[in-house]
Each structure stands twice: as structure tokens, then as C-alpha cells.
């Protein structure tokens, strides 16, 4: 899942993202509320985290401007504990709202809350395609039954290419959406885990789940023929 930090001060920004990378997140990051907003309404992020006190337009601004196109959560971040100032926060549409400094780990569980929250009812949830069931919730594969063991960045390739099931994906697209990074040609990063979530999720069925499509990517779909 993708995540957006707007957050001006390099070092707070700069721990979020790698702590949330470290959790299996795709993050970019905005430095001022001019920026922030124009990349939440131009992509598809699953959670906006959102300074109050930014530069150039502040946390307000951006929230105000938001949601006037868009209902991505949102969780605010602040320096101001006054009740005043969370009652705003949530009144002007944000979903939460913490307060600095605060643990890592209370950040991390209001995410997944958040997360776990917005998708509530949602179909596609659970995703089940050919015998392979995932779980972004719970953190679970299965195949026929049988669990996967996936590390972080493994669950959230296959999260993708599940996601999209059908459409071809890029190795840009795949690097950009699960390890946040611009491709690069000379990097084989995309195929050598691609070839990885293969041992683990087709190489023991018959019927394969992970195509490649030569000169482009990686297709996730079931086939007749197979």
C-alpha cells in the first residue's frame, strides 16, 4: 500500500519513511503543503500523513483542498496537544490525529487501523484469484489451502499484481509501487524477486499464476490453457 508524507522537517520525514518502508509501505514524500497536495490529488495513495505547521500552505489547507476532490484518509500530525486543535483536525475531515513526539509503534497501529478501516467492507478485501488467497489485513497467502511464508516486500509485489490481476505492469511500475525507487535498466531488482515470489507461490502447481510479458513486465492472471 502507498503512503504520502508531508512533513517538512527532513528528519522526521526521513524516519517515517523508513520505518514504514521497513514495514512493508511504498512512501513518498512532500516537504511543503503546495507539493503534498498536488501529488495526493494527481496519485493513488492508500494514507495521507499530514503535518499541521508546513510551509507555504499549511496542513489545513491541504486537508481543506483534499477533500474537496478526493476522500483519502487522512492522519494528522501536530505539536499542539490542545483539544481545540484535534477538534479542528477531525471536524475539517481528517480520520485521526496524533501528537508529536509520539512512539513509532502507536503511529503504526493507528495506520493499519486507518487502513483496515477504509477497506471495511470492501469486496476485494480478501483477494482470491486461481486458488490463491491473500489477506492485507491480516498479513496472510494461501494456495489451495496451503499458507505462504512472504517477507514484506514479497507480500506487497503480490499484493500489486493481484490487485491488478489481468493488466501488465512494468518493471517502473512495480519498482516505483513496492520498493519506491525509479527504475533503473541496469537494476534486475524487479525480475530477481519476481522470480523469488514464483518459487514460492506457482513452482509447486501445475497451473501458473505470474507471467512474464517479454519487453514489458509481469502479468498476474489465470489461464485457460494452463
Known sequence: MRILIVEDEAKTAGYLKQGLSESGYAVDIAVDGIDGLHKALEDDFDLVILDVMLPVLDGWGVLDGLRRRKQTPVLMLTARSRVDDRVRGLESGADDYLVKPFAFAELLARIRLLLKRNHKGNPSEVLGIGGLELDPVKHR???????????????????????????????????????????????????????????KVDDDYPAKLIHTVRGVGYVFEVREDE
Open 141 to 199: 497467502a494461501y494456495r489451495d489451502g496451503r499458507k505462504i511464508e512472504l517477507t514484506s516486500r514479497e507480500f506487497a509485489l503480490l499484493h500489486l499484481l493481484m490487485r491488478r490481476n489481468g493488466e501488465v505492469l512494468t518493471r517502473t511500475l512495480i519498482a516505483s509501487n513496492v520498493w519506491d525507487v525509479n527504475f533503473d535498466t541496469d537494476t534486475n531488482i524487479v525480475d530477481v524477486a519476481i522470480r523469488r515470489l514464483r518459487a
